[in-house]
Protein backbone atom coordinates (compact mmCIF):
# COMPACT_ATOMS: atom_id res chain seq x y z
CA UNK A 1 0.00 0.00 0.00
CA UNK A 2 1.61 3.18 -0.89
CA UNK A 3 1.95 5.96 1.72
CA UNK A 4 3.39 9.41 1.24
CA UNK A 5 4.46 12.14 3.87
CA UNK A 6 5.00 15.58 3.55
CA UNK A 7 7.00 17.71 5.47
CA UNK A 8 8.61 20.93 5.74
CA UNK A 9 5.64 23.12 5.59
CA UNK A 10 5.35 26.53 8.57
CA UNK A 11 5.31 29.98 8.90
CA UNK A 12 7.46 32.34 6.36
CA UNK A 13 7.07 36.22 5.64
CA UNK A 14 7.06 37.19 1.97
CA UNK A 15 10.19 36.60 0.27
CA UNK A 16 11.20 33.69 2.28
CA UNK A 17 11.79 30.14 1.33
CA UNK A 18 10.58 26.73 2.44
CA UNK A 19 11.73 23.21 0.75
CA UNK A 20 9.03 20.40 0.90
CA UNK A 21 10.15 17.06 1.14
CA UNK A 22 7.94 14.00 0.58
CA UNK A 23 8.33 10.39 1.45
CA UNK A 24 7.01 7.54 -0.98
CA UNK A 25 6.71 3.76 0.47
CA UNK A 26 4.91 0.60 -0.51
CA UNK A 27 5.62 1.42 -4.26
CA UNK A 28 9.19 1.67 -6.18
CA UNK A 29 9.13 5.78 -6.31
CA UNK A 30 11.24 5.36 -9.45
CA UNK A 31 8.40 3.77 -11.24
CA UNK A 32 6.85 7.13 -11.55
CA UNK A 33 6.73 10.46 -12.28
CA UNK A 34 5.89 12.59 -9.20
CA UNK A 35 4.25 15.87 -8.46
CA UNK A 36 3.15 18.27 -6.49
CA UNK A 37 -0.05 19.68 -5.41
CA UNK A 38 -1.47 22.47 -3.38
CA UNK A 39 -5.35 23.37 -1.82
CA UNK A 40 -5.90 26.82 -0.66
CA UNK A 41 -8.87 27.37 1.82
CA UNK A 42 -12.13 26.88 -0.42
CA UNK A 43 -10.54 25.76 -2.97
CA UNK A 44 -10.18 22.66 -4.96
CA UNK A 45 -6.83 20.87 -4.85
CA UNK A 46 -4.10 22.26 -7.85
CA UNK A 47 -1.38 20.48 -9.64
CA UNK A 48 1.58 23.21 -9.54
CA UNK A 49 4.80 21.00 -10.67
CA UNK A 50 5.63 17.43 -11.83
CA UNK A 51 9.14 15.62 -12.66
CA UNK A 52 9.72 12.71 -15.04
CA UNK A 53 10.78 9.12 -13.96
CA UNK A 54 13.95 10.20 -15.30
CA UNK A 55 14.37 13.68 -13.60
CA UNK A 56 15.00 15.21 -16.72
CA UNK A 57 11.49 16.74 -17.70
CA UNK A 58 9.64 18.74 -15.34
CA UNK A 59 6.62 21.14 -15.63
CA UNK A 60 5.33 24.41 -13.84
CA UNK A 61 2.42 26.13 -13.28
CA UNK A 62 2.04 29.40 -14.14
CA UNK A 63 1.41 30.59 -11.01
CA UNK A 64 4.51 29.28 -9.50
CA UNK A 65 7.08 29.23 -12.47
CA UNK A 66 10.63 31.17 -11.54
CA UNK A 67 10.03 30.56 -7.58
CA UNK A 68 9.36 26.80 -7.35
CA UNK A 69 11.20 23.72 -8.89
CA UNK A 70 10.68 20.25 -7.88
CA UNK A 71 13.64 17.59 -7.72
CA UNK A 72 13.80 13.75 -6.42
CA UNK A 73 16.43 11.31 -4.94
CA UNK A 74 15.37 8.32 -6.10
CA UNK A 75 17.52 6.36 -3.86
CA UNK A 76 15.82 7.74 -0.71
CA UNK A 77 12.62 7.24 -2.37
CA UNK A 78 11.91 10.95 -1.76
CA UNK A 79 10.86 14.25 -4.16
CA UNK A 80 11.29 17.71 -2.71
CA UNK A 81 9.77 21.48 -3.80
CA UNK A 82 11.79 23.76 -3.13
CA UNK A 83 9.98 27.42 -2.65
CA UNK A 84 11.57 30.87 -3.49
CA UNK A 85 9.87 34.10 -3.37
CA UNK A 86 6.81 33.10 -1.05
CA UNK A 87 3.68 34.88 -1.68
CA UNK A 88 0.54 35.12 0.35
CA UNK A 89 -1.12 33.56 -2.50
CA UNK A 90 1.27 30.52 -1.86
CA UNK A 91 -0.70 30.16 1.43
CA UNK A 92 -2.25 26.30 1.28
CA UNK A 93 -1.34 22.70 2.17
CA UNK A 94 1.11 21.05 -0.16
CA UNK A 95 0.37 17.53 -1.09
CA UNK A 96 2.92 15.04 -3.42
CA UNK A 97 1.58 12.13 -5.26
CA UNK A 98 2.53 10.06 -8.20
CA UNK A 99 1.66 10.22 -11.99
CA UNK A 100 1.61 8.19 -14.37
CA UNK A 101 3.63 10.92 -16.47
CA UNK A 102 4.72 13.76 -16.02
CA UNK A 103 2.18 15.30 -18.31
CA UNK A 104 -0.63 13.61 -16.40
CA UNK A 105 -2.94 16.25 -14.33
CA UNK A 106 -4.71 13.65 -12.33
CA UNK A 107 -2.65 11.94 -9.46
CA UNK A 108 -1.90 8.32 -10.14
CA UNK A 109 -2.68 6.96 -6.51
CA UNK A 110 -6.43 8.06 -4.97
CA UNK A 111 -5.21 8.09 -1.42
CA UNK A 112 -3.34 11.14 0.08
CA UNK A 113 -0.78 11.89 2.41
CA UNK A 114 -2.20 14.44 5.50
CA UNK A 115 -0.40 17.24 3.48
CA UNK A 116 2.36 20.15 5.04
CA UNK A 117 0.72 23.40 5.70
CA UNK A 118 2.60 26.47 4.25
CA UNK A 119 1.34 29.82 5.54
CA UNK A 120 3.20 32.73 3.80
CA UNK A 121 2.23 36.18 6.17
CA UNK A 122 3.28 39.65 6.34
Known amino acids: QVQLVESGGGLVQPGGSLRLSCVVSGVTASDYAMSWWRQAPGKERELITS????????TVATAVKGRFSIFRDDAKSMVFLQMNSLKPEDTAVYFC???????????????WGQGTQVTVYS
Open 51 to 58: IARSGGTT
Open 97 to 111: NALRNVWAQAPAFPS
